[in-house]
């Protein structure tokens, strides 16, 4: 049954809708060029920017000179002094923090490379909250206040409706049932898949135009693969909020067998320990410094080793062939290639490019984009932190109710 809008609720409304307008601008905006975007009143949107302004959540600009009479107009934009966001990942073969401000930027950003295979979940999660700790001080620093953290997890993430979550499995670091609180000190927590982070922070990345209406498929290539999925504009979740754990996509019903316990997973064709079993290489460095991972994958491809030229070719192709069912399926727009991936582009793209022109039944009429991801390697854990801001920007007056 439909309720009635209550005064309390058509504000909430009208600040988001000016917040919006004011960030979504390419330019500072007046308040009455804010008036005339929303079709609110002048002395709406004049009380409205008083109560963002006073909350931190913008600024007033030096007014800029008119050439025609009247007084300057004083522009409008996010407060570089607003609060910013946290995110933190927990990967395979690292931990990472990021620190990102009201407009998206980044802040600060640590990544320490450490094995998580088989590492007590415990013992993760206290590494990342020391990592947490490092950057809350520097954003403290500089200022920043902290609106809330978010940390990503390559596994089955249910969200509580409190905080935190339930990592139901992530194979790839030997969790399971794993109850993430929904507090990391004093900070408000919220995890999530890293796959759909980075994917939100794809799009966000993505959208100076408030009516564009992206899909795509976000791929994340890390030890596994994850994917986020977006449709026109929406992170697509499914039923449970388990979507998009393409990795586990059969490619071989008679394959090898998986960390998830079923044969033939795409990940075990395309993951960065894939790629280095088919090139020959050791999954460590002999040198004794740690998992070889993706720099060595992209130093013996630079480098023209025909055993890691193969090996990346026969990647693209079985990432092809997952990605092909997949464009069938949704329809998207575009492919995204993140994570590992994104560094990789180089010897995927021709290979997967040339999977969706065979198998995709439209191609002849619609050409699916495969790009690498705007972000780069750090998609995630910027996607993390922006999510934070993203939940920001669309209720400010869940932060405004915050402040004294």
């Not at 600040?15 to 390419?26: E, F, H, I, W």
């Not at 522009?75 to 995110?87: E, F, K, Q, T, V």
């Not at 020391?130 to 969200?159: N, S, Y």
Request: aromatic residues 2%.
């Amino acid at each position: 049954m439909d309720s009635p809008v209550r005064q309390h609720s058509l504000r909430e409304h009208n600040l988001a809708l000016v917040l919006r307008r004011v960030a979504t601008s390419a330019r500072p905006l007046s308040r009455a060029d804010v008036a005339a975007a929303t079709g609110l009143t002048r002395a709406t949107v004049s009380t409205l920017v008083d109560d963002l302004v006073a909350g931190g959540l913008l600024c007033e600009l030096d007014p800029v000179p008119r050439a025609g009479v009247g007084r300057p107009a004083t522009g409008l934009a996010l407060s570089p002094r607003g609060p910013c966001g946290l995110g933190l990942e927990i990967n395979v073969d690292y931990l990472a923090a990021c620190v990102t401000d009201l407009s998206g930027t980044v802040r600060h950003q640590i990544i320490r490379h450490v094995d998580q295979r088989d590492r007590p979940a415990p013992d993760a999660l206290a590494a990342v909250a020391e990592l947490a700790a490092d950057a809350a001080q520097v954003a403290v620093a500089e200022h920043l206040p902290i609106a809330g953290a978010a940390l990503a997890v390559p596994g089955l993430v249910r969200q509580h409706g409190d905080g935190g979550g339930t990592v139901h499995v992530a194979p790839n670091l030997g969790w399971r049932d794993v109850d993430v609180p929904a507090k990391l000190g004093e900070l408000p927590l919220r995890v999530e898949n890293e796959a759909n982070l980075a994917a939100l922070g794809e799009l966000q990345a993505g959208e100076p135009d408030p009516e564009a209406s992206p899909s795509f498929i976000y791929v994340s290539g890390e030890i596994g693969i994850g994917s986020g999925i977006v449709l026109d504009g929406q992170l697509y979740r499914g039923a449970h909020g388990w979507g998009g754990e393409f990795g586990h996509l059969t490619i071989d019903a008679n394959g090898p067998r998986c960390h998830c316990g079923a044969r033939g997973c795409l990940e075990q064709y395309a993951g960065q320990d894939a790629i280095l079993r088919a090139a020959g290489v050791p999954l460590t460095d002999p040198a004794g410094a740690g998992p070889a991972g993706l720099d060595r994958i992209q130093r013996l491809a630079q480098s023209g080793d025909p055993a890691m030229l193969g090996a990346l070719r026969a990647a693209g192709t079985a990432l092809g062939i997952a990605l092909a069912a997949a464009v069938n399926l949704l329809d998207v727009d575009a492919v995204v290639l993140g994570g590992s991936f994104a560094p990789l582009a180089p010897w995927l793209v021709t290979p997967v490019e040339e999977e969706l022109a065979t198998r995709v039944i439209t191609a002849g009429w619609s050409r699916v984009a495969v790009r690498p991801s705007a972000l780069g390697p750090e998609a995630t854990v910027v996607g993390a932190a922006r999510s934070v801001i993203r939940d920001v920007l669309a209720h400010p007056a869940a932060w405004l109710a915050t402040q004294p």
